[in-house]
C-alpha cells in the first residue's frame, strides 16, 4: 500500500511526522531522499509528537540518538556518514532493533546487508518549494497505520 503526500514546508513535515507517530509507535521506518529533503525535519516531528521536549538533532556523526519515550524507545539513525556497512556491527546495531523500539532510519542504503527490512519506507523528492513524500507500507501493521493517516 503506497500514498503521496505534499509537504509545502518544514512545519508541514514536521506535522505529518508527529501525525504519522501518532499512529506507527514501533517498527522500522526507512527514511530515504536526498540531502536536505526533509528526513530529519520529518522525524523531529514524528519524535516530538511522541512527547520528547528536548531537541532532536541529526545523528550524522553519532550514527544514532536514543529517545526514551514513557514505557518505550526510538531510535533515530542518520548513516550517511557509513563508510562500511560492516561498520553497524561495532555499534551492536542488532540490539537497537528491539520488537518495542521505533528506528527511525535515515540513509538505510548506507547499511545494506545489516538492516533488517522496513515497515514503512518514506521516500523524500524535491517538489517546487516543498517537499513530495511517499510512504510504502510494507507490513500489514504498517498498513494499518497508514490507512488511518489517510482517513484522518
Given amino acids: 500500500m503506497k500514498a503521496q503526500f505534499y509537504l509545502a514546508d518544514e512545519t508541514a513535515q514536521a506535522e505529518l511526522g ?17 540531502l ?23 545523528p550524522t556523526y553519532t550514527l544514532v540518538e536514543p529517545y526514551l519515550l514513557q514505557d518505550r524507545l526510538i531510535y533515530h539513525f542518520d548513516l550517511y556518514r557509513l563508510a562500511d556497512p560492516e561498520e553497524l556491527e561495532y555499534i551492536g546495531v542488532r ?11 535515515e540513509w538505510p542504503q548506507q547499511g545494506r546487508g545489516f ?9 523524500f523528492t524535491y517538489q517546487d518549494s516543498g517537499r513530495y513524500l511517499q510512504i510504502e507500507a510494507l507490513t500489514s501493521a504498517a498498513e494499518i497505520a497508514l490507512q488511518q493517516l489517510l482517513n484522518s
Fill in 18 to 34: 508527529a501525525k504519522l507517530g501518532g499512529l506507527f509507535t514501533k517498527g522500522i521506518v526507512y527514511l530515504e531522499g536526498d
Fill in 36 to 58: 536536505g529533503c526533509g528526513k530529519t525535519t520529518f522525524s523531529r516531528g514524528w519524535i516530538q509528537g511522541q512527547g520528547h521536549q528536548g531537541a532532536v538533532k541529526s
Fill in 95 to 105: 540490539d537497537y532493533f528491539e520488537s518495542n523500539a521505533l528506528c527511525l532510519v
Fill in 115 to 123: 538492516l533488517p527490512k522496513a515497515d514503512l519506507q518514506l521516500t
